[in-house]
T-cell receptor
Framework: GENVEQHPSTLSVQEGDSAVIKCTYS??????FPWYKQELGKRPQLIID?????GEKKDQRIAVTLNKTAKHFSLHITETQPEDSAVYFC????????????FGTGTRLQVTL | EAQVTQNPRYLITVTGKKLTVTCSQN?????MSWYRQDPGLGLRQIYY???????DKGDVPEGYKVSRKEKRNFPLILESPSPNQTSLYFC?????????????FGSGTQLSVL
């Protein structure tokens, strides 16, 4: 089955700096890669996703890149703000079988003033 | 308002006392699933259902049961809870077409088994 590894487990950046979280996946059949943000005590919320036919996607201050050959995908947050502080999860899925998302282990991002 | 409703939000129980966590969605979704979240392990799928009367095991099904008698409800049953089932549980639902791309999560149930 699919295995998703996520690094780092914790990340501290100063306000205004950029943050990068990286994930690798094992199943070459995976073709959908979402990123979720989870604030303390809340449900995971989808913030951005990318499909395997696209190499990069951007939405304001967040972007995701995908390298299918290396089976890597990354989340980039620019101009970080205190409200970006949360736990971020990457995930992977094969939309053909579509039975689950396989999640990474999460990254706790802290944005300091 | 589209939502996935889980109850209870918090639950403290003792080893061996059967419990049920309810999950209901109002979006007419075919797909429903349960995940547990543990520190350092992310979210792991327990069970899922592609439609009424169709359920299947996820990655960590041991000690859990589910049922899907109605489209809107997908209860999670712990027949004999043990301390290693202390966790944060999330129910999720999605449409028949590409459910993973339109997944709605419930608010979560924090379960403590003493």
């Amino acid at each position: 089955g699919e295995n998703v590894e996520q690094h780092p487990s914790t990340l501290s950046v100063q306000e205004g700096d950029s943050a990068v979280i990286k994930c690798t996946y094992s199943d070459s059949a995976s073709n959908y890669f979402p990123w979720y943000k989870q604030e303390l005590g809340k449900r995971p919320q989808l913030i951005i996703d990318i499909r395997s036919n696209v190499g990069e996607k951007k939405d304001q201050r967040i972007a995701v890149t995908l390298n299918k050959t290396a089976k890597h995908f990354s989340l980039h947050i620019t101009e970080t703000q205190p409200e970006d502080s949360a736990v971020y999860f990457c995930a992977a899925s094969n939309t053909g079988t579509a039975s689950k998302l396989t999640f990474g282990t999460g990254t706790r991002l802290q944005v300091t003033l | 308002e589209a939502q996935v409703t889980q109850n209870p939000r918090y639950l403290i129980t003792v080893t061996g006392k059967k419990l049920t966590v309810t999950c209901s969605q109002n979006m007419n979704h075919e797909y429903m699933s349960w995940y547990r979240q543990d520190p350092g392990l992310g979210l792991r799928q327990i069970y899922y259902s592609m439609n009424v009367e169709v359920t299947d095991k996820g990655d960590v099904p041991e000690g859990y049961k589910v049922s899907r008698k109605e489209k809107r409800n997908f209860p999670l049953i712990l027949e004999s809870p043990s301390p290693n089932q202390t966790s944060l549980y999330f129910c999720a639902s999605g449409p028949f077409q590409r459910p993973m791309e339109k997944l709605f999560f419930g608010s979560g149930t924090q379960l403590s088994v003493l």
